[in-house]
């Protein structure tokens, strides 16, 4: 009987919002439309909600209402990595749209303390953002109905004279297409919700993320990516008062909206702030009561990591607001509240989208002060602070210096070059490969925000990660001064524009006796492959030698020989030319093989294998990690790799491969009959690079020999308060932070690297016990290993001197295991290389140094 009753119910919910799928259902009461104006089934053919639109389609949506009406403009602002458009519509009055220069220039003066402006007739800026994540389509979705309200609804013409709507239709273009195939493909015309359905259970990698697999709300503060970096672009153009921000959730949920969890904001961000997002959040509760949808606030999420879409704000005058919707991932979901329909998220999302509109209106003066406040009252901190400018830089290495200096100018944040040497607190800086960021300028929040460190907090449970300190990261020296060091004759600002890495170029002539190609470059892995992929002869120094003229090469320099090419010696150099240039590293002649130190003819100038590379993928493979390496190996080292569906693991499929990359994941579906390929491919002499599950994988299959530490002390007393327990398991995750830990310069590994002290990123709770055998063990963590964000006390014990790296022999072969993420999320340049040194010359580790 309950069972029945309970179908009787599950069928009602279904009836009552699904069957309504006309525009009535969504639109608001009381507003009349402009005929002209096309509706979304006019130019799509199907209703809002029947179909989830493809991103093609929605383009051409938006295109339509912009020809259609005089208060839009439509523009593309940049392209996918699959080249697909990512695309804007401004909404304001017809007359805003006839000075829209004067008002962005208007908006730049909120950041001018200085500055004089009439805030009563200064228009509001609201951005709305949609389904940054490609599965959260619900945003997407409703930005149909969002870009037809507010370019047809005769009733709001008056509110846009002091509007200026901002509308991003889809985030991330790419994962929106994915996921609209995959659930279109599987829909049913007649739906039963069943959440076993193939609709609802999305092939890996899923739509989440981009082209390569990264969640790109993760990279506001980073932007490592094109969608990133010109969304970027758009809020540092237009200073938007509200940046609206919309996903999606479990379905068994309902609807939040911000702000979350008091104590989980950054303490850079003003409590202001926090004020209006509350007072905003009231529109949404009232609109929200008026359909009778569920929500919450103030018990979920945060706004801590400056990396997402509604924190990125926050730091800047602006207030960003968090929409999760519970989805329905399909057309149609069984959920603990009934069934839950796609138009009925798309429903939620787009009155959330009307109250925030009601709420800049209303509050048009009262966001414009704050944000002018904001930054009137970060000149008083600037003066107070003891900390006046940063500076950071790279001795043997301009490639990372440029790539932190270019990541923060996309913030219109000032940075600037040396025009001399100069030593501070006896650490030299270059003025080839050296910048000064000061403090004093409008973003000074956002600037301490890059560079801090910090490892107390308010609260112990973090939505994402709790560290991104940048110079870490790159694993750059870097200080704060007390004093900005800054005048006209020793410094040059620097803009997006003029900044450029300088090309490479080979010093000597053509005819020299070998050539050497250090290994402390940044991009001397792109051109080591492009030295292999011309079938010269690359052989790598395991010692230190001395050119006839004096220079000093470090371990890992390369020796490049012309091999079996035929080419004559100009020819040899006009390539080395090319590759030197396209990779921006030097290349040097040596005149002679009588070196000091190793002779260029020594056993010890070992000869390489160019790598041919199969990354695993599908099935339990955490796609994340897997697209970091993807990206990391495709973009920033143009190597071609092969994307490896698990499965296809057996027989002589591996014998094409002498790297193997397992990112983090599960890989039981291996068994044992793919634990022991594995194992008969690395004993025949294969380099196999494994992160977290992967290491438990070929552990408890016997392939490699590591054992694990225990994570987290267990709780002590008989009895605790049932309250406190989803707060106290939460505290003990390692959600994200910055660990010191020493390298061995002289292992392959290690090669390239000039300081042994250097910072890793971990994000998971998994430690590894250090090998036995103490040349097996390249990176270990220190004594005191945190060097920025949160631990919990109990993983310290897992962390103190343990392995960040460990060596484990096989046969011929070798497992390189990582403790830690090593390419985290593209940013990470500082722990690069070591995993690149693992792919070059993993094959050169003496087995005598293996566990």
């Given at each position: 009987?309950?069972?029945?009753?309970?179908?009787?119910?599950?069928?009602?919910?279904?009836?009552?919002?699904?069957?309504?799928?006309?525009?009535?259902?969504?639109?608001?009461?009381?507003y009349?439309?402009?005929?002209?104006?096309?509706?979304?089934?006019?130019?799509?053919?199907?209703?809002?909600g029947?179909?989830?639109?493809?991103?093609?389609?929605?383009?051409?949506y938006?295109?339509?209402v912009?020809?259609?009406?005089?208060?839009v403009?439509?523009?593309?602002?940049?392209?996918?990595?699959?080249?697909?458009?990512?695309?804007?519509?401004?909404?304001?009055?017809?007359?805003n749209?006839?000075k829209?220069?004067?008002?962005?220039?208007?908006?730049?003066?909120?950041?001018?303390?200085?500055?004089?402006?009439?805030?009563?007739?200064?228009?509001?800026?609201m951005?709305?953002?949609?389904?940054?994540?490609?599965?959260?389509?619900?945003?997407?979705?409703?930005?149909?109905?969002?870009?037809?309200?507010?370019?047809?609804?005769?009733?709001?013409?008056?509110?846009?004279?002091?509007?200026?709507?901002?509308?991003?239709?889809?985030?991330?273009?790419?994962?929106?297409?994915?996921?609209?195939?995959?659930?279109?493909?599987?829909?049913?015309?007649?739906?039963?919700?069943?959440?076993?359905?193939?609709?609802?259970?999305?092939?890996?990698?899923?739509?989440?993320?981009?082209?390569?697999?990264?969640?790109?709300?993760?990279?506001?503060?980073?932007?490592?990516?094109p969608?990133?970096?010109?969304?970027?672009?758009?809020?540092?153009?237009?200073?938007?008062?509200?940046?609206?921000?919309?996903?999606e959730?479990?379905?068994?949920s309902?609807?939040f909206?911000?702000?979350g969890?008091?104590?989980?904001?950054?303490?850079?961000?003003?409590?202001?702030?926090?004020?209006?997002?509350k007072?905003?959040?009231?529109y949404?509760?009232?609109?929200?009561?008026?359909?009778?949808?569920?929500?919450?606030?103030?018990?979920?999420?945060?706004?801590?990591?400056?990396?997402?879409?509604?924190?990125y704000?926050?730091?800047?005058?602006?207030?960003?607001?968090?929409?999760?919707?519970?989805?329905?991932?399909?057309?149609?979901?069984?959920?603990?509240?009934?069934?839950?329909?796609?138009?009925?998220?798309?429903?939620?999302q787009?009155?959330?989208?009307?109250?925030?509109?009601?709420?800049?209106?209303?509050?048009?003066?009262?966001?414009?002060?704050?944000?002018?406040?904001?930054?009137?009252?970060?000149?008083?901190?600037?003066?107070?602070?003891?900390?006046?400018?940063?500076?950071?830089?790279?001795?043997?290495?301009?490639?990372?210096?440029y790539?932190?200096?270019?990541?923060?100018?996309?913030?219109?944040?000032?940075?600037f070059?040396?025009?001399?040497?100069?030593?501070?607190?006896g650490?030299?800086?270059?003025?080839?490969?050296?910048?000064?960021?000061?403090?004093?300028?409008?973003?000074?929040?956002?600037?301490?925000?890059?560079?801090?460190?910090?490892?107390?907090?308010?609260?112990?449970l973090?939505?994402?990660?709790?560290?991104?300190?940048?110079?870490?990261?790159?694993?750059?020296?870097?200080?704060?001064?007390?004093?900005q060091?800054?005048?006209?004759?020793?410094?040059?600002?620097?803009?997006?524009?003029?900044?450029?890495?300088?090309?490479?170029?080979?010093?000597?002539?053509?005819?020299?006796?070998?050539?050497?190609?250090?290994?402390?470059?940044?991009?001397?892995?792109?051109?080591?492959?492009?030295?292999?992929?011309?079938?010269?002869?690359?052989?790598?120094?395991?010692?230190?030698?001395?050119?006839?003229?004096?220079?000093?090469?470090?371990?890992?320099?390369?020796?490049?020989?012309?091999?079996?090419?035929?080419?004559?010696?100009?020819?040899?150099?006009?390539?080395?030319?090319?590759?030197?240039?396209?990779?921006?590293?030097?290349?040097?002649?040596?005149t002679?093989?009588?070196?000091?130190?190793?002779?260029?003819?020594?056993?010890?100038?070992?000869?390489?294998?160019?790598?041919?590379?199969?990354?695993?993928?599908?099935?339990?493979?955490?796609?994340?990690?897997?697209?970091?390496?993807?990206?990391?190996?495709?973009?920033?080292y143009?190597m071609?790799?092969?994307?490896?569906?698990?499965?296809?693991?057996?027989?002589?499929?591996?014998?094409?491969?002498?790297?193997?990359?397992?990112?983090?994941?599960?890989?039981?579906?291996?068994?044992k009959?793919?634990?022991?390929?594995?194992k008969?491919?690395?004993?025949?002499?294969?380099?196999?690079?494994?992160?977290?599950?992967?290491?438990?994988?070929?552990?408890?299959?016997?392939?490699?020999?590591?054992?694990?530490?225990?994570?987290?002390?267990?709780?002590?007393?008989?009895?605790?308060?049932?309250?406190?327990?989803?707060?106290?398991?939460?505290?003990?995750?390692?959600?994200?932070?910055?660990?010191?830990?020493?390298?061995?310069?002289?292992?392959?590994?290690?090669?390239?690297?000039?300081?042994?002290?250097?910072?890793?990123?971990?994000?998971?709770?998994?430690?590894?016990?250090?090998?036995?055998?103490?040349?097996?063990?390249?990176?270990?963590?220190?004594?005191k290993?945190?060097?920025?964000?949160?631990?919990?006390?109990?993983?310290?014990?897992?962390?103190?001197?343990?392995?960040?790296?460990?060596?484990?022999?096989?046969?011929?072969?070798?497992?390189?295991?990582?403790?830690?993420?090593?390419?985290?999320?593209?940013?990470?340049?500082?722990?690069?290389?070591?995993?690149?040194?693992?792919?070059?010359?993993g094959q050169?580790?003496?087995?005598?140094?293996?566990?």
């Amino acid at each position: 009987m309950k069972k029945s009753l309970l179908s009787l119910l599950l069928s009602f919910f279904a009836l009552a919002s699904y069957a309504q799928v006309d525009l009535s259902y969504y639109l608001p009461t009381g507003y009349t439309y402009d005929q002209s104006i096309p509706t979304p089934k006019e130019v799509l053919g199907y209703e809002v909600g029947e179909w989830h639109v493809s991103h093609d389609q929605l383009v051409m949506y938006m295109k339509a209402v912009a020809a259609a009406s005089d208060r839009v403009t439509f523009e593309e602002t940049g392209r996918t990595y699959e080249k697909r458009p990512q695309v804007l519509l401004t909404i304001t009055s017809p007359s805003n749209l006839a000075k829209i220069d004067q008002i962005k220039a208007d908006r730049k003066k909120l950041r001018d303390a200085g500055a004089s402006l009439d805030i009563s007739k200064m228009p509001i800026v609201m951005f709305m953002g949609y389904s940054v994540h490609g599965n959260e389509p619900s945003g997407a979705n409703a930005s149909l109905l969002a870009a037809y309200h507010f370019a047809a609804a005769k009733e709001i013409a008056g509110d846009l004279e002091n509007m200026v709507l901002l509308l991003d239709p889809a985030i991330n273009p790419d994962g929106l297409n994915r996921f609209a195939s995959w659930v279109n493909t599987h829909k049913s015309y007649n739906m039963n919700g069943d959440p076993n359905n193939a609709e609802f259970n999305e092939s890996w990698p899923r739509g989440r993320t981009n082209h390569y697999w990264f969640d790109l709300n993760r990279d506001w503060l980073p932007v490592q990516h094109p969608e990133s970096r010109n969304r970027v672009r758009v809020f540092q153009e237009w200073l938007p008062n509200i940046h609206l921000d919309f996903h999606e959730m479990g379905t068994n949920s309902t609807f939040f909206f911000q702000p979350g969890v008091p104590a989980r904001m950054h303490p850079l961000t003003p409590a202001k702030n926090f004020e209006l997002t509350k007072k905003i959040g009231t529109y949404h509760a009232k609109a929200l009561d008026q359909i009778g949808s569920l929500y919450f606030n103030q018990e979920s999420y945060d706004d801590y990591y400056y990396g997402k879409g509604s924190t990125y704000p926050d730091v800047q005058g602006s207030i960003g607001i968090l929409f999760e919707q519970a989805s329905s991932r399909g057309h149609l979901q069984e959920s603990v509240n009934g069934m839950l329909s796609f138009p009925f998220t798309i429903r939620n999302q787009f009155t959330a989208n009307l109250s925030s509109f009601q709420a800049a209106k209303e509050m048009r003066q009262e966001l414009n002060q704050f944000m002018k406040d904001f930054y009137k009252d970060i000149q008083k901190e600037v003066d107070s602070d003891t900390n006046k400018a940063y500076i950071f830089g790279s001795r043997d290495d301009d490639a990372r210096s440029y790539h932190l200096a270019d990541l923060i100018l996309q913030h219109d944040i000032k940075v600037f070059s040396l025009n001399d040497d100069i030593t501070v607190n006896g650490k030299e800086f270059q003025k080839e490969n050296s910048y000064i960021v000061p403090a004093d300028q409008p973003q000074y929040r956002l600037i301490k925000a890059m560079f801090e460190t910090r490892n107390t907090f308010k609260d112990s449970l973090f939505y994402d990660i709790s560290a991104w300190t940048y110079p870490m990261a790159f694993n750059l020296d870097y200080m704060a001064l007390n004093s900005q060091i800054l005048n006209l004759a020793s410094v040059n600002e620097i803009t997006k524009s003029s900044i450029a890495l300088a090309p490479g170029k080979v010093i000597g002539d053509a005819g020299a006796y070998q050539y050497a190609m250090e290994w402390t470059d940044y991009y001397a892995p792109k051109a080591a492959y492009k030295l292999m992929d011309a079938d010269f002869q690359v052989r790598v120094a395991t010692g230190e030698f001395t050119s006839a003229d004096g220079k000093k090469f470090g371990r890992g320099t390369l020796l490049i020989g012309k091999g079996a090419t035929g080419l004559d010696d100009q020819a040899f150099y006009n390539k080395l030319s090319e590759i030197a240039k396209e990779s921006t590293v030097d290349i040097y002649g040596l005149t002679t093989g009588y070196t000091g130190g190793l002779n260029i003819g020594s056993p010890n100038m070992m000869p390489l294998d160019k790598p041919e590379i199969a990354l695993l993928v599908e099935g339990g493979v955490d796609s994340y990690e897997a697209g970091e390496i993807w990206h990391l190996l495709d973009q920033r080292y143009e190597m071609p790799i092969t994307l490896l569906p698990m499965d296809r693991i057996g027989g002589s499929t591996l014998d094409r491969y002498n790297v193997i990359l397992m990112p983090d994941g599960s890989y039981s579906s291996l068994g044992k009959s793919g634990a022991a390929t594995l194992k008969s491919w690395i004993s025949g002499g294969g380099t196999l690079l494994a992160k977290g599950g992967a290491i438990q994988f070929l552990s408890q299959n016997e392939v490699g020999n590591f054992k694990f530490r225990e994570s987290g002390a267990p709780e002590a007393g008989l009895q605790k308060s049932y309250a406190d327990y989803d707060n106290a398991r939460g505290a003990k995750v390692t959600g994200g932070a910055i660990f010191n830990a020493t390298l061995d310069l002289t292992h392959p590994i290690g090669y390239g690297y000039v300081n042994s002290d250097i910072h890793t990123f971990r994000n998971d709770n998994l430690f590894m016990e250090p090998s036995e055998n103490p040349y097996a063990n390249p990176l270990v963590y220190t004594d005191k290993p945190l060097a920025s964000g949160y631990l919990h006390p109990s993983n310290l014990p897992g962390i103190q001197n343990g392995s960040v790296i460990q060596i484990s022999g096989v046969g011929r072969g070798r497992i390189v295991a990582f403790a830690d993420n090593m390419n985290f999320r593209a940013f990470w340049f500082g722990t690069n290389k070591l995993y690149m040194n693992a792919i070059f010359f993993g094959q050169v580790i003496n087995g005598g140094t293996t566990r």
